[in-house]
Each structure stands twice: as C-alpha cells, then as structure tokens.
C-alpha cells in the first residue's frame, strides 16, 4: 500500500515539467483548461491487440532503452547465467515482435531466468500485464481493478498539481518507463477530453503504466476523486 503524500507545492525534481505554475487555473468559456503547457507530443492513442502484454509498443527498440537505464539489473542477470544461457537470453531479449509474440516471448524469458531472482523484476521494467488484468465495465469503458480511473479528469486542477502532489509516483515512473513512455503519460495526464477521449486515455494509462504503478496511479485517484 503506498502511503499517500501531502499537496507540496515547494517539492521539485528532474522530470519534465507537467505545468507552468501549481497554482488552479480557471476554465475558459469552452471548459478548456487553461494555463496548462501544451506539450508538442502525438499521443497514438488506439486499443491495442490483446496479443501486446507489456508497455512496450516498438519492443525491439524499447527495450534497448531499458537496458541502458538499468544496467546494474542486467549486469546482475549476466553474473547468474553462464555464457550460453546469457547468449540465448540476449537472442529472445531483441527478437522482434513479429517473430516472437509477447507471450512466448515472456515464456522465454521466464525459462530462460528461471534459476534466477529476476524474474518479477523484468516483467515490471518492461509493465508485463496478464491479460485478465484489464476489465471493462457495461459500457466498454476501461477499467483497472474495478477503479475508473478517468473520474480523475473531472478534476483538472488536481491534475494539473499532480507531479508536486506526489513527486515518489513520478520518481517511479522515472525509473521504470522509458523515455518516450515517460512523455506520452505526461502529456495523456493533462490532455483535455476535447482531444483525447476518456476511452483513448484510459487506452494511454493502461499501455504505459506497469503493474506495480498502476497500483500506485489507481490510489492516487481514489483518493483525489473522494477528498472534500
């Protein structure tokens, strides 16, 4: 459970910036939200094949990315694998998903460290989600572990005070997703429904977000959505 950590608005950390003041902002005659940054990012927003079970839309290439961001954990792996398990984890590792869809290639992965401690840390750097994991309601509306996550975007301001309300979520999220992931959940927090849909929002969290932050995402909005 993660511990919910008071509105500060003096904390700062070195992520791109989610807005140009914490101070609320109005809305405009229109119910556009003003005052927010508006991020040049293409949020690709669309539902995504149930074949796709981890948060890594360009695998190959994303998964370049998370092993330079963490090379001590995959310095880790290659110190408890011999040399030829090592090669054959490296071969599975890059292997495209055209080749290799993502539950065999998790099923490798899993076989391949299966004598290791690294095999809950891989699925959560690359968001690997089970594919019961995600419900819809009546509506066809996503939702995860029964919480509608859009009820968040009914509170704009909150929204937009969300990086210094909780600054550990985004310290996470920092160290887990990729750059290019890290952006697009920015820009997707604050995009106005206008848009982007609650469907293709919903569509953006659920893509981006691993478990253990969906988790953490999921109590942040509870809480937001019920306190006075």
């Given at each position: ?13 070195d ?13 405009d ?23 796709i079970?981890?948060a ?25 694998l ?32 299966r ?13 690997y ?5 995600i ?75 691993s ?6 995402f ?11």
């Open positions: 459970m993660m511990d919910v950590i008071p509105r500060n608005s003096s904390v700062t950390f992520l791109p910036a989610l807005i140009t003041t914490t101070e609320p902002e109005a809305l005659a229109e119910g556009d939200y003003q005052g927010l940054a508006s991020p040049c990012i293409d949020i690709n927003a669309h539902i995504i094949p149930s074949t079970l981890v890594l839309l360009d695998r190959e290439r994303e998964m370049n990315e998370i092993v330079s961001h963490n090379r001590p954990f995959f310095s880790s792996i290659r110190q408890q011999d040399p030829v398990r090592w090669a054959a984890f490296e071969s599975v590792l890059y292997t495209k998903r055209q080749e290799l869809p993502d539950k065999e290639w998790i099923a490798g992965i899993e076989y391949l460290l004598q290791t401690s690294s095999v809950g840390t891989f699925k959560e750097l690359v968001g989600i089970e594919n019961d994991q419900f819809a309601d009546d509506d066809g509306q996503d939702l995860t572990g029964n919480v509608d996550l859009s009820r968040i975007r009914s509170h704009p301001e909150r929204l937009a005070t969300l990086k210094s309300s909780y600054p550990q979520f985004f310290i996470n999220c920092q160290q887990i997703l990729s750059e290019d992931q890290l952006l697009q959940l920015q820009a997707a927090l604050i995009a106005p429904i206008s848009k982007l849909s609650d469907e293709q929002w919903n569509d953006v969290i659920n893509r981006t977000l478990p253990n932050l969906m988790d953490q999921k109590e942040i909005v509870e809480y937001e959505v019920d306190v006075v």
